[in-house]
């Protein structure tokens, strides 16, 4: 029975772990393309030093830079051994593309909620049942 037990949780793990696995993946890319829609630059690693620096990059992170008194936004692809570059211009665009990515999620789910969501009358009868009252 307590080999049955430690295989299923040790099952349940490995499957928590792929699922985040699938999810992280999948922000990464979508990370990417934001980047690249805002004007990033890909720079491929071309030695064995900047693929080494590339490794201590921290992952799924857009981190600010200086570099001969300039500010620059680098987000590492380890997977692909470069990284995107971007100046303030592409780090402003960025931001606003993730800003309108957020908001267009949120319609999503407001879409969802469909005509439940915004129905009056549902919500009056939790004020009824609770003595709470909408508005006041």
């Not at 999810?23 to 693929?51: P, Y």
């Amino acid at each position: 029975m307590k080999i049955i037990l430690v295989a299923f949780k040790l099952m349940a793990v490995l499957v928590l772990l792929a699922l985040t696995g699938c999810a992280s993946t999948s922000q990464v890319k979508q990370t990417e393309q934001m980047l690249t829609q805002a004007g990033f630059k890909t720079i491929a690693a071309s030695s064995d030093k900047q693929v080494q620096h590339l490794q201590t990059l921290p992952v799924d992170k857009l981190t600010m830079v200086k570099l001969k008194d300039k500010t620059i936004y680098v987000f590492p692809d380890p997977a692909h051994n470069q990284i995107y570059v971007g100046s303030l211009t592409e780090y402003q665009s960025y931001q606003q593309i993730l800003g309108d990515s957020k908001i267009a999620a949120q319609s999503r789910v407001m879409d969802e909620l469909g005509e439940d969501g915004n129905n009056h009358a549902n919500w009056a009868e939790w004020s009824n049942n609770t003595g709470w009252t909408y508005g006041n």
